[in-house]
């Protein structure tokens, strides 16, 4: 009875700790600079400079494991009820195939970088997959299909949180001097930014209508991450095949949870069970507080040490994806 006590009580506050860091992010992201990298970037590398310093909490090993793996699993299934599928299915058909290039040009753009450059192929997979699609969020649903090391996982979260931020705070620093109007400048934002805070952060100064495209245009990406991981996961079926090794890939089970939190945020609540705006408000902060606390525990997993050497390459692969994504959908918003 003892250790099983000791073994919950180790478990809570496990758990408690990776509360702890993306509670501190949080207090951290009000501040002046750090408000603009945001409560996610900011606890992962305050999860990670922990590492460093005292290393691994032995200690609250089995609560951080939990956080990383299930309350990820758990915060993406919350993340569905950001997607309103009914306003992309009337409104935005035509800014999902404009998105569905964006996903397909950087991924593929990425992995080919990541050859020539000889950099690591799963995270330089993740970093494509996380520009195409919508940052972290995407960097964590294809986590359990491509089952990388959680340290990979972690850093590509960082990477991405970076480049995302320094992304959109150039957007908003060119918005004045752009030959285009302000609502081809947020359908281009959408189309190219990496995380929907990126967009938020970019596009507020052009107005209200170019915030709403810009948005509608970044959910159509959000939208088809459910089939990118379908594809993903035939995808590593034929490669295992191929090299006679066992086919079962695990069904993301995760992935019915936010198809079904999708179809209730975009046809159930509001609709026939009256929400206000401040429930809403308050279920999109506890989901983003839900997926930073998951990422402080991979984050407690990342050794700087280790992935010095192999996570340059793969953030040199990224960077130049990410430009070239921000040239060719500034022609497509431009058309």
Known sequence: MMNEASGKKKFILGIGFTFLFAFIGYLLALLPIFNRVGPLAVSIILAIVYRQIWGYPEFFRPGIQFSSKYLLRFAIILYGLKLNMDVIFHDGLGLVLKGALT???????????????????????????????????????????LKPKD????????????VGTVFSIVYALLLPFLPISDVQYGIWSGLSLHELANVALAVEPAGEDALAIALLAKLGRVFLLVPLCFVIIFWKRRQNRSVNEPTKVPFPW??????????????????????????????????TFILTSAMVGLGLNVSLKDLKAKALKPFYAMLITSVLVSILMYWVAGI
Request: glycine share 8%; with cysteine; aromatic share 6%.
């Open 151 to 162: 340290e990979d996982t972690a850093i590509s979260v960082g990477i991405i949180a970076l």
């Open 103 to 145: 996903i397909i040009f950087a991924i593929l753009v990425t992995v080919l970088l990541a050859k020539l450059l000889k950099a690591d192929p799963k995270i330089s997979l993740l970093l494509g997959i996380g520009t195409g699609v919508c940052g972290a969020a995407a960097i964590a649903a294809v986590a359990p299909i």
């Open 254 to 287: 995760f992935l019915l949870g936010f198809i079904a939190t999708s179809l209730l945020g975009s046809y159930v609540l509001g609709v026939y069970i009256p929400v206000t705006q401040s429930v809403m408000s308050f279920i999109s902060i506890a989901t």
